[in-house]
């Protein structure tokens, strides 16, 4: 986790090993996902449904509130004995006390400030843990049961929270009711949210779901439905306190603000651990990066605190959804790797791990992110779209050198569907299955290819729904996987570890159809054709349209970049140019990636540490940004034409010369 600070390379990024949203309003929520049931025995699928039913009559609860707040709390899936961060169990994700979310007292003091104040309001409560009325001990004494058959019995844990539902709401003095607007306070107090900011926005997604309705088959296989009930009102929920002056967060977000110090750290003028700036005036805001922190919170705001190590703009708790701020959006942080990505995003760090995201990817750190990040992309007009709302294992490598250590978070088994769908921008096909573009789109529950090293070397992980492809050198399963010559320069071959992208695509990427043979769709990849399974009855892939680029006609090849730099006379006099080089891949003549905006070039120079924002240079050089592997990457506009992409198999694609933008 520590990093020494070494001496700045002109072009170069420290990057961090830790890495991650105004949603619409709750009324607002796109339409919910909903996937193809498994093929289990029908009675044996509706077991979860029935014991919802079975539940809500036993202890008198509306089964409405009963399946919603459930669906909050675990999206219905059940992790048989596997707990998450905060200690919960089940689809109803009841909390054993031992494994609650711990103390914040290790974390450290704020520059000006002692611990308290730096994390007053952050949700957790006096004593050392959240509160957590869902507690898996009492349940089990509500319901007679042993607390081991609550961790494994998924009908058991439904009871469970039946009754401490039930339990709630007697002890408001309020009557078991069937009218669920009864049940509000019930509702808000059942996460165990301290604060009332976020207990509010719980309770008022529970009640929307209600309103819309839902219907999921779970990781385990179950078919759980939710039928909709537009009639229920919310609550307007209490008066919200106010938040720090330096919050930018939309305001149904419980958000806090711990500050990332900006301090000259010795006398050769190295500094951390980020870069002051005046974003949108100097620099448009272009991309919101995603990142998970492979660390727990008190460890992420030591990180983020300490002037030697790299920096971000906020953090989310896994338990709760919580948010705290750490630079102004106008800043740059040290977050992606990549100066030149730096100084064009907002990076967003997700407590958690990439090989455990059944214990650290919860439902309610996906929504206040989705919030969030909805929020960023509306204040700063950034795209809704994969190739600006991206994870860290998407960033462009700025330099050949830099690619293998470049980070792969937040991993194969972040829910770039789920996401996207909370994003009220949902990934859905735009053109017919024989289109000349297509969009990596799995079917999460099911699609779980197998992986290795989530608990050692060469393990192989416990099966788990993924938004990740593999791609092979022909259309055969037993095919090599395509390998990743910037990534492994001395020649190892793609392996199939949780960690290894140099074989995959990512849902909600995009990329131009290199050919079809039967199940198997090819794709231009890294300057290669990749082929990946793409069955017509259980696809990874659907149609797109769009723009792709192309080299301009008598170009054998041209070079691919990982930043997009200005030419040398835009340089005033006496700064030192920024000289690029091309990265380790080739684009050669008849491949096309597709491409979703110009770029602009632009460099500014961060080797000394100033108090005042560093002037930006400014380039007349066009690029595009390209799909051109996982990473994304940049092509010059005058080496490529457009291509228009074919919506069917009829027609050739259209060419178009010269740059254009977004």
């Known amino acids: 986790m520590r990093r020494t600070v070494a001496p700045r390379v002109p072009g170069t990024q420290r990057t961090c090993r830790l890495t991650a949203c105004l949603i619409a309003t709750a ?5 919910l996902l909903i996937l193809p049931a498994s093929g289990a025995d029908e009675a044996e699928d509706q077991r979860l449904q029935n014991a919802f039913t079975n539940a809500a009559r036993e202890f008198h609860v509306p089964s409405s509130v009963l399946l919603s707040v459930s669906y909050m709390q675990s999206r219905w899936d059940s992790h048989p004995g596997t707990p998450s961060v905060a200690g919960g169990y089940g689809p109803m994700h009841l909390v054993e006390a031992e494994g609650r979310a711990p103390s914040p007292a290790a974390a450290p003091a704020a520059p000006g400030g002692g611990t308290d104040s730096a994390l007053a309001g952050t949700g957790y409560a006096p004593g050392g843990h959240t509160v957590q009325p869902a507690d898996l001990e009492r349940a089990a004494r509500l319901i ?16 469970g929270g039946a009754a401490l539902l039930a339990a709630a709401q007697r002890h408001l003095g309020k009557p078991l009711s069937q009218d669920p607007e009864d049940w509000w306070q019930a509702v808000e107090r059942f996460p165990g949210t301290p604060d009332v900011t976020t207990a509010a926005t719980y309770a008022d997604d529970v009640f929307t779901l209600i309103r819309r309705g839902a219907h999921r088959t779970t990781a385990e296989g179950q078919d759980v439905t939710l039928p909709a009930s537009p009639g229920v009102r919310s609550n307007p929920g209490p008066q919200l306190p106010p938040r720090p002056k330096e919050v930018e967060c939309p305001p149904e977000l419980a958000c806090d603000w711990l500050a990332a110090p900006h301090v000259q750290i010795d006398e050769d003028g190295d500094y951390g651990n980020h870069d002051l700036a005046d974003r949108p005036r100097d620099q448009k805001i272009e991309y919101i990066v995603i990142h998970d922190t492979e660390a727990t919170l008190p460890n992420m705001f030591k990180t983020v605190q300490d002037p030697t190590e790299a920096s971000w703009h906020y953090s989310i708790r896994s338990a709760d959804g919580h948010v705290t701020q750490h630079i102004r959006t106008k800043d740059e942080a040290w977050h992606s790797g990549s100066q030149f990505v730096n100084a064009r995003s907002i990076g967003v760090e997700h407590e958690g791990f990439l090989a455990h995201p059944g214990a650290w990817y919860t439902e309610q750190m996906y929504r206040s992110s989705a919030r969030l990040v909805r929020f960023l992309a509306k204040k700063y007009d950034v795209p809704l779209d994969r190739q600006h709302v991206f994870g860290h294992d998407n960033v462009p490598a700025p330099t050949g050198d830099s690619i293998p250590e470049m980070h792969e978070d937040p991993g194969p088994f972040w829910d770039w569907r789920h996401y996207f769908d909370l994003l009220g921008a949902p990934l859905k096909a735009t053109a017919g299955p024989d289109s000349d573009m297509v969009m990596i789109l799995t079917d999460y529950a099911t699609h779980k290819p197998r992986y290795t090293g989530c608990d050692g070397p060469g393990k192989r992980c416990q099966p788990h729904g993924s938004s990740a492809v593999r791609l092979h ?11 990743d010559p910037g990534r492994r320069p001395d020649g190892e071959e793609s392996t199939e570890d949780v960690s290894d992208l140099g074989s995959r695509v990512s849902t909600g990427q995009t990329f131009a159809v290199a050919g079809r043979s039967g199940e198997w769709t090819a794709i231009w990849f890294q300057g290669n054709k990749a082929w990946f399974k793409n069955p017509a009855d259980h696809p990874t892939a659907v149609g797109a349209s769009g723009r792709m680029v192309t080299p301009k006609a008598g170009l054998d090849e041209i070079p691919v970049y990982g930043r997009a730099l200005p030419e040398e006379e835009a340089y005033p006099e006496g700064m030192e140019e920024d000289t690029d080089t091309p990265l380790p891949y080739t684009l050669r003549a008849g491949q096309r990636y597709v491409t979703q905006a110009g770029v602009s070039s632009s460099y500014v120079d961060r080797s000394t540490f100033t108090d005042v924002p560093q002037p930006v240079v400014l380039g007349r050089e066009m690029y595009y940004e390209i799909q051109f592997g996982h990473r994304l990457a940049y092509v010059r506009a005058n080496d490529v034409d457009l291509v228009q ?3 069917g198999s009829a027609g050739a694609p259209d060419q178009q010369s010269g740059p254009a933008g977004r």
Request: no cysteine.
């Open 27 to 31: 009324a607002l929520l796109p339409p």
């Open 144 to 159: 007679k049961v042993t607390p081991a058959e609550l961790r494994t019995d998924a009908v058991a844990n439904v009871r």
């Open 473 to 483: 050198t022909a259309p055969a399963d037993d095919a090599p996987l395509i390998q």
């Open 645 to 647: 992409a074919s919506t």
